[in-house]
């Protein structure tokens, strides 16, 4: 990934996550104000990586709270109610997903088959949904605007569409035999051809679903 590029990426995680606690955060033992999170995270730096951690933990504790009720009902897994727990467990999806995997059920074989099945199924899920969303995206032609840099800058930022994303994060999703390296190369390759070229690929993939090396 060039310099430009994980500028952006990155762009976009503190923008997902400016919210740490500060001065104010929190109420006694833990809750959050009654006005709610936006404020909070205005408050706060980018920076503050106890403070976005705290922020989240915070966020999360009911769900984890809940989660982790459902997870003893697991088991055993021919309880009245497992079924139903697991089921349940599916439905909150990634809510649930590092409270069942921090707390699986090694000792007992069965337990922990099932329950690596539970997050096998809620990944996949997240998997297919994210998948139909970038296949989607494919026939997005508009424009990304891309942040300014500075005039001495080495690199700058290659021109892309929404469709020239959505192509580059399902080859990354999609291509497990595409080790780092190659798909640093195969990424810049494609973002220095015209979007005619980009185009072509594109429509190649979704008719062959096949992934090619770009750079030769």
Known sequence: ??????????????ASLTA???PGAHEQGGGMKDD???PVLRALSPEDEKG?????QTITAPCRHDAGELIQLLRPSDAPDAR????ELIRLGNHAFPVLLDSLHRDTPEDYVWEAQLLTDIALDSRRQLIKELMQMLADKRDVKMPEVPAHTEEK????????EAYLMLRKLLDTQEGEEA???N???FLNWSNKERDQEIHRWKTTRKWVPLAQ
């Open 183 to 185: 798909q640093y190369l």
């Open 1 to 14: 990934m060039d310099s430009a590029r994980r500028w952006l990426v990155g762009i976009g995680v503190v």
């Open 52 to 56: 976005l951690d705290r922020l989240a």
């Open 84 to 87: 139903k727990a697991a089921s």
């Open 36 to 38: 709610g999170v936006v």
């Open 20 to 22: 740490a606690s500060g």
């Open 157 to 164: 930022f290659r021109p892309r569409r929404v469709c020239d």
């Open 187 to 189: 990424e810049r390759m």
